[in-house]
């Protein structure tokens, strides 16, 4: 089940309510790969619930360019579904939002972190506009991580440019 970010707020509150420390991590996620998956674990290992929030196809065609994404939003949030359901420690405590079209401005992550109101907004070092997204997450009593470095040779650029003849 993948949520929307007014559906995941309830979802949140409740665990917040519980103790449970919640982690954000952001992304488009095409074609599900091994940095995204190293990035992903590192994210959950820093708290209890890991939300993951997958960019819409729209917002990855303006980021990406054209002929992507590869896979659709729908088909990007339930690979991350599986997984979840295949490593041990991930089989409770992941939650995927789809982020829609208009997820592009300083509103759009308010609404975000105002709904989520994450402990660690969990981030890899390429992140861009780090001081806006620690400001937020700041705001929402969390704070910014930056977990994962990034490798520039595994990507799904990279994958995309060995597969082709």
Known sequence: MFYTISSIEPVCSNLRGEGQKLVLATGFFDLLHKEHINFLQKAKS?????VVAVES????LQA???GRPIETQSVRCQHILDLAGKLENWKTGVLVIALPDDFNNFDAYESLMSAIKPNIYAVSEHTTHIKSKTFLVEKYGGSLKVVHTFNPEISTTQIIKQNQV
């Open 46 to 50: 820093a708290g209890d619930v890991l």
């Open 57 to 60: 196809d729209l917002r990855a």
């Open 64 to 66: 990406k360019g054209d």
